[in-house]
């Protein structure tokens, strides 16, 4: 017996690795005692040009950029800034910090409905902020994007509620950004979450309104070479002056209804059902992993209305569907990304009818009281493919493309020092209404991306993104975009 238990003890450590299995009631990492290490202050500089031959620049050129490219078929930008990357992570602290300001031009789109594609240049902060790390808690302030990928962020289509599409908004952030585990679970069971409260400084429609963003996620398995995460999100418009309601309430009262989505405030719907405008996500993820690979499955689900847990409620045919491959042993292709989209079901074609309510019709993204839906600078913050307000010519500000099925498929490697990144989606767009056709399209959206860092040029990287849209949603159209990028260091201590 005690030969069998030893032959099965050798082979499990074996499957994590050939290393022994940690007895650290509590790994977090951090330790008491850390040899000092180099902190870098760099700076970093560029500039693009954009050219394309139709009304818009393609889709994958502008789309999950944190709303930094413009969507005008011509434009350019010139972008600068410091940072200090953190770089303890077994010091019981840490800390960093980003500046990056862009001025851009643009050619005016014809016949646009907003003023921001009729205008010829610009300026913002893309990044404005600093992050404080104190043992496993984290607090960020600033500007910065709200990125929460699981999966391969250079080649996932996006998440359905923060993907990077839009700007970054002014925030400030409280939790645990990385899976911390928990005491006395010796590693195998994880944790992450976190609170945010931002600001909407868009001024689209709602003037001085929230966002609050919540989210926590659970992760088992440790250092085995099978892992199970579970992620929960939930996010809200909320507050501000109404140009139809007026003060909607921005109160502590009203920010309490908002953060536990309890009905409330002055307006009849928001006694009725939740007080501001909800949006959430569910992800399953498996992840196998081994020596030098990590393969994963995932799927992620979308509610606006009542919370069911993720495979239960009205809209489970909708969501996300992936597989992400990510590998180290051979360059040529270091991450390969599958995904389908789903947004048609939306809990059943109907709200209510002949006096009953069946809560379907969600309109993913659209709200009767923030207009302009669960969108920032007229770009998506969940998947560009549920159509941006942009491309609305009647100016409209609201989203007019909400039902969609898509196929994605992202490949990215190194060639003998030329970095690649390909993107091929199919969309096929239902518009809103589940019964009229009339609007109905499909889009073939194509990227090549390739970025080569020559040192005999003075240390720049150079780019060149290459991109298409073929089919109905915005016709054909080609476009391509010149990067120069180059960082230094300013100092070190």
Not at 37 to 48: F, I, K, P, V
Not at 52 to 81: E, R, T, V
Not at 281 to 291: I, P, R, Y
Not at 334 to 357: A, I, K
């Amino acid at each position: 017996m005690k030969n069998k238990l030893l032959v099965i003890g050798l082979l499990f450590s074996m499957s994590v690795g050939a290393r022994p299995l940690s007895w650290n009631w509590w790994p977090t990492g951090i330790r008491d005692s850390v040899t000092a290490g180099q902190d870098t202050l760099r700076w970093t500089a560029g500039l693009s040009a954009t050219a394309s031959s139709g009304k818009y620049a393609p889709f994958w050129l502008q789309s999950n950029q944190n709303g930094d490219l413009s969507s005008s078929p011509y434009s350019g930008k010139l972008s600068a800034g410091i940072y200090k990357e953190a770089v303890h992570d077994e010091r019981w602290w840490d800390y960093d910090f980003g500046v990056q300001l862009t001025g851009r031009v643009q050619s005016p789109i014809p016949n646009s409905g907003f003023a921001i594609q009729r205008t010829n240049g610009t300026g913002y902060f893309n990044q404005l902020y600093a992050h404080l790390r104190l043992y496993i808690f984290d607090i960020t302030a600033g500007i910065k994007p709200m990125i929460y990928e699981t999966q391969d962020t250079a080649l996932t289509m996006g998440s359905l509620v923060f993907s990077g599409n839009s700007q970054p908004l002014p925030r400030i952030t409280i939790g645990i950004d990385r899976y911390v585990p928990f005491p006395g679970c010796y590693g195998y069971l994880e944790f992450k979450g976190g609170l945010t409260h931002a600001w909407m400084a868009d001024q689209v429609y709602m003037r001085g309104s929230y966002m609050h963003h919540k989210f926590a996620a659970l992760r088992i398995g440790g250092r085995l070479p099978v892992n199970v995460s579970y992620e929960f999100h939930h996010a809200a418009q909320w507050g501000g002056i109404s140009p139809v309601y007026g003060d909607i309430g921005s109160g502590w009262k009203d920010y309490q209804n908002v953060l536990m989505a309890h009905a409330g405030g002055v307006m009849r719907n928001d006694q009725a059902n939740a007080q501001g405008n909800h949006v959430g996500s569910q992800q399953l993820m498996l992840t196998g992993k081994g020596q030098g690979w990590e393969l994963s499955a995932y799927w992620q689900n979308f509610f606006e209305d009542n919370f069911a847990f993720i495979g239960d409620g009205q809209n489970i045919t909708d969501g996300l569907w992936g597989i992400c491959l990510k590998q180290t042993r051979w360059p040529f292709i270091q991450g390969v990304t599958y995904e389908f989209l789903n947004t048609t079901d939306q809990s059943g074609p109907w709200h209510d009818r002949d006096g009953l309510c069946y809560a379907g019709n969600d309109s993913y993204y659209q709200n009767s009281v923030f207009r302009n839906g669960w969108n920032y600078f007229y770009r998506s913050m969940g998947t560009p493919f549920i159509t941006s307000p942009l491309y609305n010519a009647d100016g409209t500000i609201h989203t007019l493309n909400s039902r969609v099925r898509v196929h994605h498929l992202g490949v990215r490697g190194d060639i003998y020092g030329y970095r690649y990144r390909l993107k091929a989606s199919y969309a096929r767009n239902y518009g809103n209404d589940v019964t009229s056709r009339a609007v109905e399209s499909t889009n073939t959206a194509l990227l090549l991306e390739l970025t080569k860092h020559v040192d005999k040029a003075w240390g720049l990287d150079f780019g060149l993104r290459l991109a298409a849209d073929l089919g109905t949603q915005f016709g054909n159209q080609f476009g391509g975009q010149i990067t120069i990028r180059k960082d230094g260091i300013i100092t070190n201590w």
